[in-house]
């Protein structure tokens, strides 16, 4: 079945908000999964949860934008029961259905405890990615079996899409802000050693390398420790003191 005009109105309102939103505020990103979220239980069909889960190769689980709290208790129990939909479709499937949960043989520790300690009884996962050990999915639930169509599936995913877009961007802006403070604390750390060493950049930046690799210590990291203790212990500029 076709997406019909609302939805479509729908998605290009939740574009229109991701490149609205100024980059430089720390919760952007949580501002557009909450419309997404909350645009998923009003437009796919069947739906009346929704959440993004986030898992990285530590298994660290972290349940953004949920809709209402059963989002948080049937991420909870996939990580104490290390397995689920959400799961599986971040890290094996692109789609994974379950219209009936307390029959469906897939996930049977996942599924006695979801029966038991929560009302859903029906699930639906979208991939969103899978990049340097860390997955995510969007997923939707029902309370009632026999919840999710096709369309559901079809409306979903452009869904899934959109939020895919949203954590791509707020993560390529995360490495871009630090590479940036990197670059700072680096050019702090070159100033504090020329000044202190009357050498010159080329100097102290070899010097700063040098440290890095006999310490087998990130550059960033031993500019900040530098940095640091040079704020915590001033040299005083009557010491006149060099190498």
């Known amino acids: 079945m076709p997406v019909d005009a609302d939805v479509?109105?729908?998605?290009?309102?939740?574009?229109?908000?991701?490149?609205?939103?100024?980059?430089?505020?720390d919760d952007s990103t949580g501002e557009v999964l909450s419309s997404i979220t909350a645009g998923a239980v009003e437009y796919v069909p069947g739906a009346q949860h929704?959440?993004?889960?986030?898992?990285?190769?530590k298994k660290h689980f972290d349940t953004l934008a949920p809709t209402s709290p059963v989002m948080n208790e049937v991420d909870q129990i996939q990580k104490?029961?290390?397995?689920?939909?959400?799961?599986?479709?971040?890290?094996?499937?692109?789609?994974?259905l379950m219209n009936d949960i307390r029959s469906d043989p897939r996930f049977p520790r996942?599924?006695?405890?979801?029966?038991?300690?929560?009302?859903?009884?029906?699930?639906?996962?979208?991939?969103?990615f899978t990049d340097q050990g860390t997955m995510g999915a969007l997923n939707v639930f029902a309370d009632h079996t026999d919840a999710f169509d096709?369309?559901?599936?079809?409306?979903?995913?452009?869904?899934?899409?959109?939020?895919?877009?949203?954590?791509?961007?707020?993560?390529?802006?995360?490495?871009f802000r630090s590479a940036l403070a990197s670059r700072d604390i680096i050019g702090q750390a070159k100033g504090m050693i020329m000044y202190r060493f009357r050498i010159d950049?080329?100097?102290?930046?070899?010097?700063?390398k040098r440290l890095s690799q006999d310490t087998n210590t990130p550059l960033a990291k031993v500019?900040?420790?530098?940095v640091e203790k040079e704020l915590a212990e001033p040299v005083e500029a009557a010491n006149g003191s060099s190498p």
């Open 110 to 128: 996942f599924s006695s405890r979801v029966i038991d300690e929560s009302p859903v009884r029906a699930s639906l996962s979208f991939k969103l």
């Open 50 to 57: 929704a959440g993004v889960l986030l898992v990285d190769q």
């Open 150 to 175: 096709e369309e559901s599936q079809e409306i979903g995913l452009l869904f899934a899409t959109h939020a895919a877009l949203a954590l791509r961007s707020a993560r390529q802006q995360q490495h």
């Open 80 to 96: 104490e029961t290390g397995e689920g939909p959400c799961l599986q479709a971040a890290w094996d499937h692109h789609i994974v």
């Open 223 to 226: 500019a900040e420790q530098l």
């Open 201 to 208: 950049a080329v100097q102290a930046f070899a010097l700063l």
């Open 8 to 25: 479509h109105f729908k998605i290009a309102e939740l574009v229109r908000q991701m490149h609205a939103v100024p980059e430089t505020t």
